[in-house]
């Protein structure tokens, strides 16, 4: 008797159709709500101190070679601090250096001024990185949740903050191929007009798109709550192969336009 009475006490109260227990502390509640988060990471993006940068180095490391590691992360992140997004801005810390990093690489190929060198890293980090990364993330939060998620009385929805995340996880890999590898192979092997030049840089450009299609099918396919994330698989993935065919039929050296339009756009 004095047992059953302990548990009816510990047991946390439900609401009246029982789909999901609610806190007797409102305050409790508010902790978890998206705009308390986001408050909680933008208070951490200033504490370098606080910041897992050996972690978050971890995450880019595997995002590399086995990214599925990655995402089991994010699931005992959900078990244990009741989020999918990360709450630790160290990630996106080390993707900005990276950035400045790379950004100082195409300055000195597409020989860039100081000017036109903070133009580009503007550029790269608001419109490749950030404004693209808001588009997409956005457009897939939302299919997710309309189309992908099961619905039922206890269903979840996905994070804007989680949807970002992959984003980011997915943007990472593009950078090390397409401002890294290729940047160093321009001169030598890309930017001549024959076609295993094109051949050699639009190859880079189809591994760097296909590894963003990836790591984004493989986050979203780690949430137990979501469907037929294949469609996110599949499709970019069959559309990307006939862009790559078109664009070697054609001999548009893809490498070569986009460097082209980068010094229009700093010039």
């Given at each position: 008797m004095l047992s059953s009475v302990i548990i009816a006490k510990s047991s946390p109260p439900t609401s009246p159709n029982g789909s999901r227990p609610t806190s007797p502390n409102p305050m409790l509640d508010n902790r978890h709500t998206a705009q308390a988060k986001r408050r909680k990471f933008m208070r951490r993006l200033v504490m370098f101190r606080q910041m897992d940068f050996e972690f978050a180095l971890w995450q880019m490391v595997y995002l590399l070679v086995a990214p599925q590691k990655v995402y089991r992360n994010f699931?005992?992140?959900?078990?244990?601090?009741?989020?999918?997004?990360?709450?630790?801005?160290?990630?996106?810390?080390?993707?900005?250096i990276c950035l400045c990093a790379s950004s100082v690489g195409f300055a000195i190929v597409l020989r860039l001024g100081v000017v036109g060198f903070f133009k580009f890293l503007l550029w790269v980090v608001f419109v490749d990185c950030i404004g693209v990364g808001l588009l997409v993330a956005t457009v897939l939060w939302l299919v997710a949740n309309k189309y992908l998620?099961?619905?039922?009385?206890?269903?979840?929805?996905?994070?804007?903050?989680?949807?970002?995340?992959?984003?980011?996880?997915?943007?990472?890999?593009?950078?090390?191929?397409?401002?890294?590898?290729q940047l160093i192979l321009y001169i030598p092997v890309i930017s001549y007009d024959n076609f295993l030049s094109t051949l050699f840089g639009n190859t880079l450009w189809l591994i760097a798109i296909t590894y963003y299609i990836y790591v984004t099918f493989l986050g979203y396919s780690a949430l137990p709550f979501l469907r037929r994330t294949v469609v996110l698989l599949y499709p970019p993935s069959l559309v990307l192969l006939g862009l790559f065919g078109i664009s070697l039929i054609i001999n548009w050296n893809i490498s070569n336009t986009v460097m082209t339009f980068y010094q229009y756009r700093v010039i």
């Open positions: 699931q005992y992140r959900k078990q244990t601090k009741d989020q999918w997004a990360r709450d630790d801005p160290a990630f996106l810390v080390l993707l900005s998620r099961v619905t039922g009385t206890n269903s979840q929805d996905v994070e804007w903050g989680f949807a970002f995340d992959v984003h980011l996880n997915a943007f990472f890999p593009v950078l090390i191929i397409l401002h890294v590898v």
